[in-house]
């Protein structure tokens, strides 16, 4: 029989903050900025922290090479030299200037792709890893599925304009918090300068200003065509925390980004809500070789909230009110759910910190005697 029980948060609740907000609301009324449609994202736990339109369908430029990036680190080898094609080369707009013919490491081309943007460089890449441009965008869209991605279709992987190619801010930032569990990926977005192991145009300089000016800076893409505007996805970890924020269609880009990621900082830290291992509850054990089991969180949840917000904090734990062995280590017993202000913010597993053998018919009857 299954029961729950509330935990009152203040018991187990550690602040991981060196510095606690104490204007957020204030803030976040004052916050405008001039974008079509915003977000502001916390990589770890994927909290919304601000909005602007963020479902809004439109043109997202060059942060498409987002995802060609993560594809291309996903299914090729970075060491991997790639032929450059007569179609790669005929690619219009920014460019590395590739030539027909020439070899040059996948490395070299990421690099060349994520920091000056060069659109010859994912047609490129898309013909190396696919086989055809199109196969590989066919690869983009799968991966959009895997996300459930909504709103995102793509229909090359440079970002030039196509009425079939499109996304919103909050798939974006959805695409980039993917994107940055690969070490690869956040290695190349976060460099300043790269020097390509080519004859020519081999000195590669980042066009995203937030590495440069930007306190904490580490990424991550520009874009810009005449229908799409100014697009920015920026991001920046101080503390420990990493934030991203997306800005699509903004004359004042990089202002804006910076912005909402100094509002995020200011005015949200993460708190240790429980940790890893920790023991929540004992349930009785019947008919095993130790009369209680200490049950414990599988995983540490950390989560950034507002300074206020402790209070709209509520842990569900549940479990069997006895349970029978016998029983590993480690073995799942139950689940603890979090919620902050009603709405669920995790769902993790308990279990077991014992091992627990089942007793004989002998044991039991010795058990009966002995107590």
Known sequence: MKFKKILTFMIILIFFAF????????????????????????????????????YEKTSIASTTKIMTCL?????????????ISENAVRTEGSS??????????????????????GNDAAVAIAEHIGGTEKNFVDLMNRKSEELNLTNTHF??????????????????????????????????????????NREDNNYFCNKNKTLWDYEDGNGVKIGYTKKAGRCLVASSNRN???????????????????????YGFENYYYCNIYDKNKIIDSIDVVDGDRKKINVSTKESLYYPIKKGEEKDIKIYVETDNKIYPPISKGAR???????????????????????????????????????
Do not use: C
């Open 155 to 196: 229909s090359n992987p440079h970002g030039l304009e196509d009425e079939n190619h499109f996304s919103n801010a909050y798939d974006l930032a959805l695409i980039t918090r993917e994107a940055f569990k690969n070490e690869e990926f956040k290695k190349i977005v976060s460099v300043k300068t790269w020097k390509a």
């Open 96 to 117: 590395i200037y590739l030539k027909k013919g020439e070899k040059v490491s996948l490395e070299d081309l990421l690099y060349g792709l994520m920091l000056r943007s």
């Open 71 to 83: 594809i291309a680190l996903e299914r090729g080898n970075i060491k991997d030299m790639v032929k």
């Open 240 to 262: 420990g925390m990493q934030l991203i924020a997306v800005v699509l269609d903004d004359g004042n880009w990089f202002d804006d980004a910076y912005k909402l990621m100094s």
């Open 333 to 371: 017993i139950g689940k603890i759910t979090v919620y902050l202000d009603g709405e669920v913010i995790s769902v993790n597993e308990l279990v077991s910190k014992n091992t627990v053998r089942k007793l004989s018919f002998f044991e039991k009857i010795k058990m009966i005697f002995t107590g």
């Open 19 to 54: 510095n606690f907000p104490v204007h957020g609301d204030d803030l976040e009324k004052s916050l405008e900025i001039n974008a079509k449609s915003a977000i502001l994202m916390d990589e770890y736990s994927g909290r919304i922290l601000y909005s602007l339109n963020p």
